[in-house]
């Protein structure tokens, strides 16, 4: 077992801006009729993106390891989960500064083999006011073996135990953008042999954060923009360009319990929110 203990307390300090143009680009991504200067939420993962140079990008578009994140040696890296609180509105125009924590590293052993999971804290302030707070969990997992893309199972996905639905497929353009929007140049995002030759995957993949978002959007969609008081998520699946996406929700009290469902009935994220 790696000793990790050294780079838990480990800060980074990040500042942006969150320009309108953002808000119009982000709503313009998800098809939103939403106007003003209210910020929705999710784009703050749009905010304080990693700036690692070019020639600093490992080969799967992801920064190097050994800088605010530790040096994990197992090559794939992916957004597992998050809770995140929403504390005050972000705005039009609002200087934007963030800080990260690693709160814990801890190794496991999974079905791909050995796991390593780091937890890190974000705190983002808008205009001097604590706006999000979120726990992310990122795993670290070894390299595939080789072996062809799995085609998806024929089997159509029940919905009938979920009263709020859309459904959408995810395109092309609408992964660039959001690549675009988020300063991510993960190659399974955007590089189909890479996606399916190198990682093993059976087409482009969705962003973990992006499916996130449409969650979100479903719940402004039914509830009202700007309703949420917290949201967490945890990806059980990929989600992949070109394949039906189904987006469900059903509400209790004051919760709303939601999932994004492949067209075959596979969870591939389930989440929770209150407002």
């Known amino acids: 077992m790696e000793d990790w203990n050294t780079w838990i307390g480990q800060t980074q300090e990040q500042s942006d801006m969150l320009p309108r143009s953002l808000l119009d680009r982000f709503r313009a991504t998800f098809d939103s009729d939403e106007r003003g200067d209210s910020a929705p939420h999710g784009i703050h993962w749009c905010l304080c993106p990693p700036e690692a140079a070019t020639a600093e990008l490992g080969p799967d578009g992801h920064p190097k390891?050994?800088?605010?994140?530790?040096?994990?040696?197992?090559?794939?890296?992916?957004?597992?989960?998050?809770?995140?609180?929403?504390?005050?509105?972000?705005?039009?125009?609002?200087?934007?500064?963030?800080?990260?924590?690693?709160?814990?590293?801890?190794?496991?052993?999974?079905?791909?083999?050995?796991?390593?999971?780091?937890?890190?804290?974000?705190?983002?302030?808008?205009?001097?006011?604590?706006?999000?707070?979120?726990?992310?969990?990122?795993?670290?997992?070894d390299a595939p073996t080789a072996t062809s893309p799995t085609g998806q199972s024929k089997d159509l996905a029940d919905l009938s135990g979920w009263p709020i639905r859309r459904s959408l497929t995810p395109s092309e353009a609408l992964l660039f953008r959001y690549s675009a929007l988020t300063f991510n140049s993960h190659r399974i995002h955007y590089d189909h042999p890479y996606a399916t030759g190198e990682e093993g995957y059976r087409g482009l993949v969705v962003h973990g954060p992006l499916?996130?978002?449409?969650?979100?959007?479903?719940?402004?969609?039914?509830?009202?923009?700007?309703?949420?008081?917290?949201?967490?998520?945890?990806?059980?699946?990929?989600?992949?360009?070109?394949?039906?996406?189904?987006?469900?929700?059903?509400?209790?009290?004051?919760?709303?319990?939601l999932s994004a469902i492949s067209e075959a009935g596979r969870i591939l994220m389930t989440a929770e929110a209150d407002f």
């Open 65 to 141: 390891r050994g800088g605010f994140m530790p040096p994990v040696p197992l090559p794939r890296r992916m957004w597992a989960a998050s809770q995140v609180n929403f504390h005050a509105p972000m705005t039009a125009g609002a200087e934007i500064n963030r800080r990260s924590t690693i709160a814990e590293i801890s190794e496991k052993t999974g079905a791909t083999g050995p796991l390593v999971f780091v937890t890190v804290d974000h705190e983002t302030v808008a205009d001097g006011v604590l706006a999000v707070t979120e726990r992310q969990s990122i795993v670290y997992r």
């Open 211 to 257: 499916i996130a978002t449409l969650l979100m959007d479903l719940a402004a969609r039914e509830l009202g923009s700007y309703r949420l008081n917290r949201f967490s998520m945890r990806a059980q699946a990929p989600a992949f360009v070109g394949e039906l996406l189904h987006l469900v929700g059903k509400i209790s009290a004051h919760a709303m319990t």
